[in-house]
RNA sequence: GGAGGGUUGGCUGAGCGGGUUAAAGCAACAGUCUUGAAAACUGUCGGACCUCCGGGUCCCGUGGGUUCGAAUCCCACACCCUCCUCCA
């Protein structure tokens, strides 16, 4: 959400803000609207002036002839209150309507295009593998080590199901403890939130409206978050922080859950789309100021990429361009690992700031040295998911004889050195 | 799932239809006094929005309703507490 004010006084820059981010928003629309709501607002406040005036007459009034005098002339008053009320309500639900569809302003070093397509690589790291025989896709892999059951996952959740057994899930719990030791050393707090959110969360995110048909909703017409970074933004919601205790940083660890609704002929198979996911991810809650939030944003991705370079898993850095930014960001990188069989990169992570887009929504505020209450700004980024980062850990892995080498960082969790045979068989 | 009690400003807590645009206390901040501190005294002491910068409006869990007028009455919902039931 931005600042109404704001909007009015920046028309064109929210106008081209909307064309960068390929979003239809016809700016024209809401000051016209706004325009509406603030002559309603000027009518109702003077009526409600005029009748708290005369509250303190009736209440003073001597003779019973002259209250009934005052009452008359206020039931006048109030039919006319009641309509421009009226009005004022119909005027202020479109209002916030198309307040919560305002997009916030994508960053200058953000560069112009349609879609992923258009993301422009900053960085890429490590070797890819050269394998001296034809390599495996994970599932082949994982299936012939009974890592996986995708044909079983099916059965038992249907499209996009799957189940992790033995090695796959000591491996995951590898990964899970090392990305917990990793986040928490550089200061940030674990928390294992509320998967299960109210509605107020989902708007507050900005994950509502305009995600609704990718979101589960349960009957009680709360949602399943798609990424802790959901209920750790509703953990200070409508709280007034201390200045000194800022930054907050949070590496939070939950399930998430995906739809996946507009990506049906997409990945149809193994584990790099899902439904149902487990996530380590970083939220950051900052001072105002836009430099403290470049330089959180450039932290935290960094921070993503030393945890891949830890796993010695091949990746490129993109900054993604204003027509793949979501409603709130302001900009954001993707890391993408190197998948050896489809001979592509792909997204493992997401590292995004929004300055006070979803704070100004939360209530999430905090007193600055002068004293005055400024909404905090607020990031975020992925730290590791499961089970998609084993896609490329177990490619980028595979021996010639189908056996997978663990990564020396994660050697001492997973308590061997390579994963060779199924530890149970399949059947 | 059932029964009961509750939700007022940073905290405690009064108010139960009109003189309250919420009493009082605590905490906090500033000043007086003091070598300094404490105490005492004096003052300040929530937020949002609109503004012709005079001021105005709204907020007593949330949303509706009754009324000339609602923290106060009615309805629905949310959350918290106690007990019963169920349960990993």
């Known amino acids: ?106 960053d200058v070093s953000v560069p112009d295009g349609a879609s992923d397509a258009d993301n422009v690589e900053t960085k890429s790291w490590g070797d890819k593998p050269e394998f001296g025989f034809e390599p495996k896709d994970h599932i082949e892999i994982m299936t012939a080590l ?34 917990l030791e990793f986040f928490s050393g550089k200061g940030f707090v674990p928390v294992m939130p509320p998967a299960i959110v109210r509605k107020l969360m989902m708007y507050g995110t900005g994950y509502l409206p305009g995600g609704e048909e990718d979101a589960y909703r349960t009957q009680d017409d709360d949602y399943l978050a798609g990424t802790a970074e ?18 907050k940083r949070y590496i939070g660890f939950s399930p998430s859950y995906r739809r996946e609704a507009g990506a049906h002929g997409k990945d149809m198979k193994g584990l790099i789309r899902v439904n ?38 091949p990746y490129r850095t993109v900054v993604n361009c204003g027509g793949d930014l979501g409603l709130g960001q302001v900009k954001k990188y993707d890391i993408e690992l190197w998948v050896p069989k489809e001979s592509k ?39 590791i998911p499961t089970p998609r980062i084993l896609v490329s850990l177990v490619e980028n892995y595979q021996q010639a004889d189908g056996s997978i080498r663990i990564p020396d960082a994660l050697q001492p969790y997973f308590g061997a050195k390579t994963i060779a045979k199924a530890i149970q068989k399949k059947g």
């Open 276 to 313: 149902e996911f487990q996530k380590f991810e970083q939220v950051v809650l900052c001072e105002a100021n836009h430099e403290t939030s470049v330089r959180t944003h450039e932290e935290i991705n960094r921070n993503t990429e030393e945890f891949i370079e830890s796993l010695g898993i």
């Open 1 to 106: 959400m931005l600042d109404i004010r704001f909007i009015r006084e920046n028309k064109d820059l929210v106008s081209s803000a909307a064309a960068k981010k390929r979003i239809d928003f016809k700016i024209d629309e809401l000051i016209a609207l706004d325009d509406k709501r603030r002559e309603l607002m000027a009518a109702v406040e003077k009526r409600r002036a005029e009748q708290n005036a005369a509250n303190q007459k009736i209440a003073a009034a001597g003779s019973p002839e002259d209250r009934t005098k005052l009452i008359a002339q206020m039931k006048e008053v109030k039919s006319a209150l009641e309509k421009d009320d009226e009005a004022l309500k119909s005027v202020m639900k479109d209002w916030q309507a198309m307040m919560l569809r305002v997009p916030n302003i994508p």
């Open 146 to 179: 009974g890592m996986l059951d995708l044909e079983r996952g099916s059965k038992v959740h249907g499209f996009r199901g799957y189940f992790l057994i033995g090695d796959g899930v000591k491996l995951c719990f590898a990964i899970w403890n090392h990305a």
């Open 230 to 247: 959901v209920p750790i933004m509703g953990f200070h919601s409508d709280e007034v922080l201390e200045a000194e205790a800022l930054p």
């Open 345 to 383: 990169y792909r997204e493992i992570s997401s590292a995004s700031y929004f300055h006070d887009f979803q704070t100004r929504r939360l209530n999430i505020r905090y007193k600055d040295a002068d004293g005055k209450l400024k909404y905090a700004h607020s990031l975020n980024s992925t730290a």
